[in-house]
């Protein structure tokens, strides 16, 4: 929640009070209480200020940040948006680069990238332009915009970003300041997905150690970085390490946040899918079925998260033989990637890698090499050339000997998880 300061008469100290409260209530996660407390602050607000005040424009992005947290991104969006033109008409600079900071973190959850990235431009100037290249606050627009960054593919980009908001934090914060790690888990995200296992494993056991010894074991940031832990031991071949980490991580989370939360969906979505890469298809299907119901009726059927499950769903399907509905399902995941992402982000290749395999399998071969050929092409896009499922599909369209499609049928192609629970930004 934003944390600008602004003057009011003696008598709007009620109003204060209740937007500490609902900030207290936000910290705490009790979000059903902090926004009835919110609402409450935004109303005596504009009573007491009109609609054009800064202190309206405080309490609309106090009010946003809470809806954003319930999963409620248009309406955080929405409300994001009037403080902004608020700020921008009365406010400081400060106020304007954190509400382009809070509007940029949700259009990033709405899977709106290109405007996300503009904001997030927009606010690293204005920080730069206020505080120099050494302050916390550029440290904080450089992690934003790496975030922005990592989600488009562009990872080398956001490595460098997070790296350099790292060393700012760590000069001018300490070591073992929670948001040092913070920074260390973006990183290792990144790391991460262009196929630095080493190296993120390191980053996320460092920000474990800082956020264990600030909060203990069962806080749910902690539960962030253990999930991170889990990624990398997914990607690492230890499916049922994973699977065990990620359980451990849905607890944590289920309790504070509820089932439907966002954050809930993408552990859940990796529990599933390490169970299908350990072979125990009948324990994943639910489990897939279940985020995907909820994917679609919290965030509609456009939302490229909708699309991550559709692919994992359709590769337990492929496994266990229900090929109609696989192929149903890829073909549907295709199409929502490239309408969502773009005709050229790498993510798409996941789905035409596993379409191919399935038809395939139904020795369809000639229209199997469609989407291969998509998938290898895609990989100069951004996706990581040492893919084993990339190479995979690479062997199949430069060779169709057919003493060798055994083999390729039997390769593995991995379930799609989320590198994050959530991009963060702090």
Do not use: C
């Amino acid at each position: 929640m934003r944390s600008d300061e602004y003057g009011t008469p003696s008598s709007s100290r009620a109003t204060r009070a209740a937007s500490r409260l609902a900030s207290l209530l936000y910290e705490a996660g009790e979000l059903e209480q902090a926004e009835a407390v919110a609402r409450e602050a935004l109303s005596a607000s504009r009573r007491l200020y009109g609609d054009a005040d800064t202190a309206v424009a405080n309490a609309l992005s106090g009010l946003a940040a809470i809806r954003s947290a319930r999963g409620e991104y248009d309406e955080a969006a929405e409300l994001h948006g009037q403080a902004l033109a608020i700020d921008r008409a009365h406010g400081t600079p400060q106020a304007v680069a954190a509400d382009l900071d809070n509007l940029g973190v949700v259009q990033l959850r709405r899977a709106e990238l290109d405007e996300a990235g503009a904001l997030m431009e927009e606010s690293l100037a204005i920080r730069r332009e206020l505080h120099g290249d050494d302050h916390t606050s550029v440290a904080t627009g450089l992690m934003n915009l790496g975030t922005v960054r990592m989600e488009a593919g562009d990872y080398d980009a956001a490595v460098d970003l997070f790296e350099e908001s790292l060393s700012i934090r760590r000069r001018l914060l300490g070591e073992g300041h929670p948001n040092v790690a913070v920074a260390l888990d973006n990183l290792g995200q990144a790391q991460q997905r262009r196929g630095d296992l080493e190296a993120a494993e390191a980053a996320h056991r460092e920000a474990l150690a800082i956020r264990i010894a600030a909060f203990g074991e069962d806080h749910p940031t902690v539960a962030v970085t253990q999930n991170q832990l889990a990624v990398v031991e997914y990607f690492r071949g230890d499916y049922a390490g994973a699977a065990d980490r990620f359980e451990k991580v849905a607890r944590i989370l289920i309790a504070q946040l509820g089932e439907e939360h966002p954050d809930v969906l993408s552990v859940l979505n990796n529990l599933g899918a390490a169970r299908r890469e350990a072979g125990d298809y009948a324990a994943a299907e639910p489990v897939l079925r279940r985020v995907l119901d909820i994917r679609r009726r919290t965030l509609g059927d456009e939302h490229p998260d909708v699309a991550q499950s559709l692919n994992n769903l359709a590769l337990v399907l492929t496994a266990r033989g229900d090929y109609a509905e696989a192929e149903e399902k890829y073909r549907e995941a295709i199409a929502l990637w490239r309408a969502s992402l773009g005709e050229d982000h790498p993510t798409v290749a996941f789905g035409l890698i596993g379409l191919g395999r399935m038809l395939g399998r139904t020795g369809r071969w000639v229209e199997a090499e469609v989407p291969l050929r998509e998938a290898v092409a895609l990989r100069e896009a951004g996706m990581d050339p040492g893919s084993s499922s990339v190479a995979w599909a690479s062997s199949f369209v430069l060779s169709k000997t057919l003493s060798t499609i055994a083999r390729w049928m039997s390769h593995p192609t991995r379930s799609m998880v989320a590198s994050g629970v959530s991009a963060r930004p702090v």
